[in-house]
């Protein structure tokens, strides 16, 4: 009778065991945290010197589609900044002694393409360089110190924003887009975590990261007309040569350069957990 029970219970569970054994892990995702840093490029940075990186860090879902292609969502937070206390090999540059720095707060579509065959976890097919590129917009809002107080720049209208003397400068909105392109490498440590870097640079929609583009502005659009009320912090902060000797903003001469956009690029190390399904495999 035992004989009979335990033949019974084998021949249930077969199928249960067939259909585990027929079965494979798929990878779906990874959730993803990176750090690193930041680097801006623009009206302070003509050279595109990589000389003041600040802190970066991202987080981002990364949906695959194969071993091939995925789709990521990302969230990014970017400090970045700049003087022209760096700009020795231009005198204008230097003397116009500007500075800005801005908190950048952004969200990006992106699609991944490997180069290689990657299954985590897989000897031989765990590690792939790739490319990255998508849409985004990213939020910012330039400030400057001036006697130990921090001033936002875009609210004080540096370049003459909104004033009738003006008429074709309005002032900048504080959202804009990027277009984010960029390289990196990623290796699977085991089937579940992976790790890598990335190397993110963004062509974005607006000249104003920095708070500078145009030319610089007549003071008395600064100043109170009935000469009552102190100037307003931006007659101190448009132009700033008055700090190192003789003022040399003039009425409308180049303060940056209109024609160009501002960039910026990160460079992250990240870490990937992944989301795992049991599943008939695909050829793929």
């Not at 790739?130 to 917009?137: P, R, S």
């Not at 002032?171 to 699977?188: A, H």
Request: charged content about 15%.
């Amino acid at each position: 009778m035992f004989k009979n029970s335990f033949f019974s219970i084998v021949l249930l569970l077969f199928p249960f065991v067939f259909y585990a054994q027929s079965q494979a892990i798929v990878q779906e995702g990874e959730f993803g945290l990176g750090f690193g840093a930041g680097q801006y490029f623009g009206d302070l940075n003509t050279r595109s010197r990589v000389n003041t990186p600040k802190i970066a860090a991202t987080a981002f879902f990364r949906k695959n589609f194969g071993n091939y292609i995925a789709v990521r969502a990302g969230a990014s937070m970017v400090q970045l900044g700049y003087s022209d206390i760096y700009n020795t090999h231009n005198a204008f540059m230097n003397q116009r002694n500007l500075s800005f720095n801005a908190t950048v707060w952004e969200l990006t579509l992106q699609g991944d393409f490997n180069f290689f065959r990657f299954v985590p976890g897989e000897p031989g097919y765990n590690f792939t360089p790739y490319i990255t590129f998508g849409v985004g917009a990213f939020n910012y809002d330039p400030y400057a110190m001036l006697s130990g107080k921090k001033y936002f720049l875009r609210t004080l209208n540096t370049e003459g924003q909104g004033n009738a003397l003006y008429p074709d400068r309005q002032p900048y909105k504080s959202t804009t887009y990027c277009i984010p392109f960029g390289v990196g490498m990623k290796y699977s440590i085991n089937e579940r975590i992976n790790i890598g870097v990335e190397l993110l640079h963004r062509f974005t929609g607006t000249d104003y990261l920095d708070d500078v583009s145009t030319t610089f502005v007549d003071p008395s659009i600064f100043l109170d007309p009935a000469g009552v009320l102190p100037p307003t912090p931006a007659y101190y902060l448009y132009d700033r040569s008055y700090e190192l000797g003789e003022p040399i903003g003039s009425i409308g001469r180049q303060r940056g350069i209109s024609t160009q956009k501002d960039q910026f690029v990160t460079g992250v190390f990240y870490m990937t957990f992944n989301l795992q399904s049991y599943k008939c495999p695909t050829v793929r």
